[in-house]
Every structure is written in C-alpha cells, then in structure tokens.
C-alpha cells in the first residue's frame, strides 16, 4: 500500500506549498517548503523527537544533540534542527543506536545536575524532567560541579534580582538565555569559559540585579529547566490564603485569559476567563477583579495627559511614551535616561488598581476599617514584580503572580481546572472593563485604546473604533495616522524601540509612542506559558481582539464604574486627587534622585533598614531640625527611623497614606513632604559604591518633623 504524502509547511500550517521538497521520515512520505529543516519535516510527518536547545524563534544551536537522526548516506547521525530537509532524502528517528544514545546524553546532563526535583519551581514543566522520565534514565555517572574551580567569581546562585532567579546549577547550556537577551538587544547575560566550565552569566560577573536587565523576562520563557525563573511567590500567597486573617483580593491582567488554559492542555489562545475567575475563588480569594477595569483607567488618565502635552498644558516632552510596561521603563531609566521627560506619568493598570483598592471607595466600603487587604495580582510579566517593588508604589501590590505560577499553584491546590464551568464573572466595583481595555494584552492595544479615547474627546466623529495599523505580533514598529492630527507609533519588543531610538526622527515623526518590551506585547511576557509554537502569538492574539469584538462596550470613556469612580472620588482625569493616586514619577537609575526617592520611600514606610542600606558605613543624614540634628552611621539612620521618628497612623481601609512627593515628575531632588511642606535635598553619593555618603535637607521653613 503507497501511503499518501504529508503536506505541510515549517510551521506546520496546512496548505498548498509553493517550493515543495519530498522526502522519507520513518518509511512515510512527507513534503515541506523548501528551507525547511529535517526538524520540521520529522514533525511534519507526526513523529516526535527530542529537543532541549531548540526554539524556533532562534538560529539553531544544534548542541544538546538529542535530536539526532540517521539519514541514509550520511556517515553519523545529523541534528534534525540544524539540517536542511533535501529531496529524496530517507530520515530514520528511532532506531535503537540513537535511542541508546539519547540515554547516555541525558545521563551526562544528569550527572551536572542536582536532581532536586521534588522541590523544584518547574518540576512538571521541565523538558530534562520530561525526557528522563520517558527514557527511564538512571543517575548513574559521577557527578561533575557545575562552573569553574578556578573562576569562583562566576556566580553559580544568584537571587538579587527582584524578577528572576539564576540557579546555574540547573543549567543545561542549551543557550537559549543567551540568544533570548541577545534578540531583545539587552545582552545582560553571555557564555563564559568552555567545556566543562562553560557556564552562562552576567555582565561582568555582576549580579543581575547590578546589570542592564530590564526584567522582561523572555530568558525564563525558554530556558528549558530551572535554570532561570520568575522570583517565586505562590509560596506566600498560599500562606495568606490558609491562614485566613485577611481579606484577600486578586486581579487578573488581559492577557492571562486567553493564555492559562495552556497549562491545562486547552488549545492555545482559548478565552478561559470564567475558569480563571472559578479556579481563584476556590484557591479562597475574597474578591476577584478585573486589571482591565484599571486599563480603561489609565486611558482615561494617559489620554488626557496627552492632550494635555498637546496643548502645552503639562510637564514633560513630546512624543509621550506609554508607561504601562515596567520592562520599557526599567530600559529607560538604566539605559536611556535622556528620555525620562516622554515618559507619561500614569501609573501601569496593576499599579492603578492596587492604589483604587486599598484608598478608594471599594476599601471604604467593604474591608474592615483597620484591616489592610492583601492584594495579588495575576500578571502574564517577570518585570511586574519589579515594580510592585518600585519606591512610592511598594506595598499597594503585596504579590505578583505570573501566569505560569498561577497554574501552578491551581495544580498544588488539586482544582480541576479543565473540569471548571467558565461561566463566572468578575466581582463589582472594580470588575468592569471594555474591549480596549482588553486588547492591553497586544502589542498596539494600548495604543489603539488610547485613540479611541482620544479621538472622542477631540470631537472627530467619523473615526474609526478599530485601529488596525497598531495591531500585530512580530517584532517592529507600526504606525497609524490621525488625519489632522498626527502620527503614533506602537512598538513591539525592546530591541525594535533600541533601533527606533538609534536616530532622533521619531521625534518629529510621532505624537505617542507605545512600547511593550516583549514581543507581542503582553501575550508574550516573560511570565506566560512556554510554549514552541511558532504561531503561539498569533493564537492569543486572535482570542484577544475577539474579546474586543464581542464586547458590549469598546471605549475605555464608556466604562461605568470609570465614571463612577471619577463621580465618587477623582473629580476628572488629571485632577489633584487622581495625581496622587494614579501617577507616579522616574529618575535615572543611581542617580542622586533615584537614591533620594528611594529613601523617602523607606522612610514612608518606616523601613530603617531598607533605608540604612542606601547609605555608606559612615554616611551622614542632616535632618536639619533642632529635634534630631545630623545622623551619623548607617545604625543610628537605622534606629532613628524605626524607633524616634513618630509612628505611622493606623492603617485605615479607602484612606490614602500621605506620602513625599517629588515637585517634578522628571527631575530635580524638591520634595513636598507629608505635611505639605517644600523641601529641597542635597544628596551626595560614593563614587565607588553609589550609596549616599551625605543627605542634608533645607526645609522652606523650620519644622521638627521628617
């Protein structure tokens, strides 16, 4: 019996081939486009082998080895993700060589691994797990350390970032940290020594949280086993929910919905909202809101201040840059500093709905008076516990949880999943949202629902709801054009906004400009899902803008409990209440306003110790009041902080905690102080270390308070 051909593309899409190439996989024929590797024909033809060093957005490393095959003519086995499929080629993949060759290979790996897998964050998500278990292989070489006996400055353990975790120990050398850092042109992380030795680290061998990382992420959505992770938190989170001693609270961000069904063997881009919402409430969250209800508040916010900018109304330069993505904003602020005064001032949709559910009316209304409610959110992003970090925001987000940990904290917790209605919806007030807050998951959605808010307050009638030219996954930059008013531009991946950057035409080019620093945008954040799916973007987007498409309401300006919280509490956007709340301010990374704003943050908080840190051995703090005098020593800024500056009021459910703010949004160390008073502040800095070795604060008038 001839058995029939298989037609199918790289990507293994359906269709008609124009540059067709036949050959023999396994005894079957099959056909794919010329440029095709023997990969995708083995895949083609629906057999399976091995891979560990293989992901299909990057040049093929070809050196985990494990998905060798025999071709008839070819002395020794060939990477199937390396070579070309030719015509007439005959491919064989399973013959008892290569199997027995496959064992050996992952007993090698095995050997230069510590095998903790009962306590390892991505156990049941590890592709050497995965194949071990397949190949029922035994630990049984001697075991080989990891690194370099000669290099101890090559830091095998490394969890000084507030985003992701290094643990080398895990690591396969597969490279695929290396090219995902390269391909986002950050380059925080590169291979040293060779053989045994060979190990990926650091810039300079500096801890990662001291490199150019931006925290986007896309290092832990392919790396293959443990090696590179998102921060843990589910751990904690559980904590809280078992203990039952606070009223618990979880948004979930756009772009998990249309992704989470993946861990649970649903089709990619499947809209899960409903399970998601179900899975939480079991998990024992008291309330479940939606991040889209603080996206349409940040248009509402961001619209306005562009045309605010426009009209020569507010601080800050043209283009504006949107500011939802921490991964963006970390860039800027390590990298392109020049930059800051683009940046809008709007707070990202996690960071707006922390701040609206422990000081607005929700909190007023239904949390007990003296009770701080302990906020989760669900975010598709490493970088998000960056900021939830980040100093006058800290303590409105008490954890971050990505996608990928939700899963698996919903599987720790032995819900069904798959088995869950997903007829649910989010909790009120702060549940609603519209389809532009929805497509916020999309490289160009934020952008896109910014226009359509901004074209309704500018009075064009016959603009479009759909603004297609921003939309698409791959990697670049595209462009739309408000007839009358201007271009914008909606940039996907940071690599496309470090070339788009290179010159200074975009500065006449475009009025707004939005960057997501993953490609895709959010559906393709560090924390979602890993998946080898070239088209994995595609899916999701697709889900994404149907959930647009179907949505009752399309404009942020049109969300009702928007409207109503403006009514209830924030007069309009951009108004006093909203600044305070909404808005937030940057500074060049170790720069004395970046050291300053996170003092004050410590000492809003009362944190001696986060505070002391920033300082020198002998560094000196001059409060310039006759009660306290200048501080000398890290121990004594310490104990002063904890223990004589007055104690913070009790903590009080829908009120706002009074804070220091900076005067300008982008420069300059004047502070308002939380009496309302205008302090200037001289900090000086060690060149060696970057802490402060001197702060004097010149109060505009006398006082005895901090």
Not at 418 to 445: C, K, M, W
Not at 585 to 594: K, N
């Amino acid at each position: 019996m001839i058995k029939p051909v298989i037609q199918m593309t790289s990507r293994a899409a359906r269709k008609i081939l124009s540059n067709p190439v036949t050959l023999t996989v396994n005894g079957r024929p099959v056909q794919v486009e010329m440029g095709a590797t023997v990969l995708d024909a083995v895949r083609a033809a629906g057999s399976r082998i091995p891979t560990l060093c293989y992901h299909p957005e990057f040049k093929a490393r070809a050196v985990c080895r494990m998905c060798l095959v025999d071709m008839e003519g070819e002395r020794r086995p060939q990477p199937a993700c390396h070579t070309l499929a030719e015509e007439g080629a005959i491919v064989n993949t399973d013959t008892d060589e290569l199997k027995a060759f496959r064992k050996v290979d992952l007993q090698f790996l095995l050997a230069r691994h510590p095998n903790e897998c009962i306590r390892c964050e991505v156990a049941g998500n590890c592709k050497l797990q995965d194949l071990v278990e397949e190949y029922q292989v035994e630990d049984l070489m001697p075991k080989m350390q990891r690194g370099s006996l000669e290099h101890p400055e090559h830091r095998i353990h490394d969890h000084t970032s507030p985003s992701i975790w290094r643990d080398m120990d895990k690591c396969i050398e597969c490279g695929l940290c290396v090219d995902s850092c390269s391909a986002q042109k950050i380059d925080a992380i590169g291979f040293v020594e060779r053989g045994k030795g060979m190990v990926p680290v650091p810039t300079f061998d500096k801890p990662l949280c001291q490199t150019g990382c931006i925290s986007c992420g896309q290092c832990t959505l392919v790396c293959p086993v443990g090696a590179l992770i998102e921060r843990p938190d589910w751990q904690r989170v559980l904590e809280v929910l078992s203990s039952k001693r606070r009223t618990t609270v979880v948004q979930t961000a756009p772009a998990t919905r249309v992704s989470i069904g993946e861990e649970f063997g649903f089709e990619p881009g499947t809209i899960s909202t409903g399970r998601m919402i179900q899975a939480l409430r079991a998990l024992g969250f008291d309330y479940v809101f939606d991040t889209g209800f603080s996206a349409d508040l940040t248009i509402m916010e961001e619209a306005n201040e562009l045309l605010a900018r426009l009209r020569g109304e507010r601080e800050g330069k043209l283009p504006l840059f949107t500011s939802c993505c921490p991964g963006w904003i970390n860039y800027i602020e390590i990298h392109r500093p020049d930059l800051l005064p683009h940046l809008s001032t709007t707070k990202s949709p996690q960071q707006m709905h922390a701040a609206v559910t422990k000081r607005g009316p929700f909190g007023r209304n239904a949390i007990p008076e003296s009770e701080e409610p302990f906020v989760v959110s669900i975010m598709p992003c490493t970088a998000k516990k960056d900021e939830a970090d980040r100093p006058g925001m800290r303590g409105d987000v008490d954890a971050v949880l990505t996608t990928r940990e939700l899963a698996k904290l919903i599987r720790h917790c032995k819900i069904p999943f798959a088995s869950l209605s997903n007829d649910d919806s989010y909790d009120s007030p702060l549940g609603e949202s519209t389809g532009a807050a929805a497509i916020f998951g999309a490289s160009g959605g934020v952008l896109e629902a910014a226009l359509r808010t901004a074209v309704h307050a500018l009075g064009i009638e016959d603009a479009p709801i759909e603004f297609k030219e921003c939309r698409g996954v791959d990697r670049g930059v595209k462009v739309a054009t408000i007839p009358g008013v201007g271009s914008v531009a909606a940039v996907s991946s940071i690599a496309s906004a470090i070339d788009l950057l290179s010159n200074d035409s975009w500065k006449d080019d475009y009025l707004m400009i939005e960057v997501m620093a993953c490609p895709g945008g959010c559906l393709g954040g560090g924390g979602e899902p890993k998946s080898d799916d070239p088209n994995i973007l595609e899916k999701r987007a697709k889900s994404i803008y149907q959930i647009d498409a179907d949505a009752t309401l399309r404009n942020s300006h049109d969300n009702p409990e928007v409207q109503q919280l403006y009514k209830d509490m924030l007069d309009h956007p951009l108004s006093e209440k909203s600044e305070q709340l909404l808005h937030t301010v940057y500074s060049a990374r170790g720069s004395p306003r970046e050291k300053l704003f996170q003092f004050l943050d410590a000492v809003d908080h009362r944190d001696g110790t986060r505070a002391a840190d920033l300082f020198t051995k002998n560094g000196v703090w001059n409060t310039n009041t006759p009660l306290y005098g200048e501080i000398y020593g890290k121990e004594n800024i310490k104990s002063l902080i904890e223990s004589k500056l007055p104690a913070l009021p009790p903590y009080s459910a829908g009120h706002a905690r009074l804070k220091h703010r900076f005067v300008s949004n982008v420069e300059g160390t004047n502070i308002v102080a939380p009496d309302g008073q205008n302090i200037h502040f001289d900090v000086a800095l060690d060149d060696a270390t970057g802490r402060i070795k001197s702060l004097k604060r010149i109060p505009g008038e006398s006082t005895t308070t901090a």
